[in-house]
């Protein structure tokens, strides 16, 4: 038995991966680290969303590959499967008869708001129906395992909120107590900035990939965007996307680099380089690790296959109190 399986009564929290492309710096700084830490205080849930991901996902083999990809990430990372479940969404169909159940309960207008879906109807596109009803899937993720909280950013409150709702209008409907209702656990996830000094993301092409080898990572950190002031003059750290970024690899020396950028004599050039340094020392294990684990796909599948097991036992206890308390038994 596992360290996991020990842990009640602690509260549970639930993460959602979505494996759409292959992660970089900001994924790990803004999502993969703060996530990971949560395990000390909570009995937690990793999940591939794999299901969500066919959404843009349109190749069967790149989304084989990203499910992978991301497993051997988190786990590089240290992500301890004996300490957590992960696993894939789509290994969990139970998933699914939850949603049609809350599908039942949930008006059309509570879906029409959703950011998605919202935003790709402004641009003028014809949003598909797994688009439509994202919302309703991510609510079915998140009630099936008896979640008490779920990390979630500022910008993400109204996903957990329409969870909140169509969980509380089944337990007013068919019974308090039938589902539990998360509460959102507001994440303090940094901005992570790019090599454009935008936010760092996939479709901006500004990202660090996480796992670069040592000479393209460095050609990629040398070739981030700076000010061209002098070497011998004083610049400003606040604000500066080698700064920031090297704040966040590496705090406990970040009040230096600040003191040598501001003094002068010390040009982008040398930040660069010392923001390459840490962000290897930082990464350099993590990436041997993920070779080695991605290299293993049998040993990886085998992570994933024991955790949906134990992911499933949770979904059938939740789906025997749902169906009981609708009349399906």
Not at 28 to 34: D, E, F, Q, S, V
Not at 130 to 153: E, Q
Not at 180 to 208: F, H, Q, W, Y
Request: glycine share 8%; with cysteine.
């Amino acid at each position: 038995m596992s360290t996991w399986d020990n842990l009640r009564p602690v509260k549970t929290s639930l993460t959602g991966i979505k494996p759409t492309h292959l992660p970089h710096l900001g994924n790990y700084l803004g999502a993969i680290r703060p996530a990971l830490t949560l395990v000390e205080e909570y009995r937690t849930l990793y999940f591939i969303a794999d299901y969500h991901a066919l959404t843009s996902v349109r190749e069967a083999p790149a989304l084989r590959g990203y499910i992978r990809d991301v497993a051997a990430t988190w786990l590089a990372c240290g992500l301890d499967p004996d300490r957590t479940l992960l696993y894939r969404q789509s290994d969990v169909p139970q998933v699914f008869e939850l949603s049609w159940v809350l599908s039942c309960l949930l008006a059309t207008g509570q879906l029409e708001r959703g950011h998605a879906y919202k935003d790709a109807v402004a641009r003028g596109e014809s949003p598909s129906a797994g688009l439509f009803n994202y919302p309703l899937l991510m609510a079915a993720d998140i009630l099936l395992y008896d979640t008490d909280v779920v990390p979630v950013g500022k910008d993400q409150k109204q996903h957990l909120e329409l969870t909140r709702d169509v969980a509380q209008r089944l337990n007013h409907v068919y019974g308090e107590g039938t589902l539990v209702v998360p509460e959102a656990l507001i994440s303090e996830a940094p901005l992570v900035p790019g090599t454009d000094g935008e936010k760092m993301s996939k479709s901006r092409g500004n990202g660090i990939p996480l796992f670069a080898p040592p000479k393209k990572l460095r050609k990629v950190i040398m070739g981030i965007k700076t000010t061209s002031e002098a070497l011998e003059a004083p610049k400003t750290a606040e604000g500066s996307t080698v700064y920031e970024l090297y704040a966040l690899v590496a705090p406990d020396s970040a009040a230096e680099m600040k003191r040598q950028l501001e003094a002068g004599g010390y040009g982008w050039g040398h930040a660069k380089q010392d923001l390459y340094e840490a962000v290897e020392a930082e990464l350099g294990p993590k990436r041997d690790a993920y070779l080695e684990i991605r290299a293993d796909e049998p040993r990886l599948d085998a992570i994933l296959h024991a955790g949906a097991g134990r992911a499933r036992a949770i979904a059938d206890r939740t789906m025997a109190r749902v169906r009981q308390a609708v009349g399906i038994e």
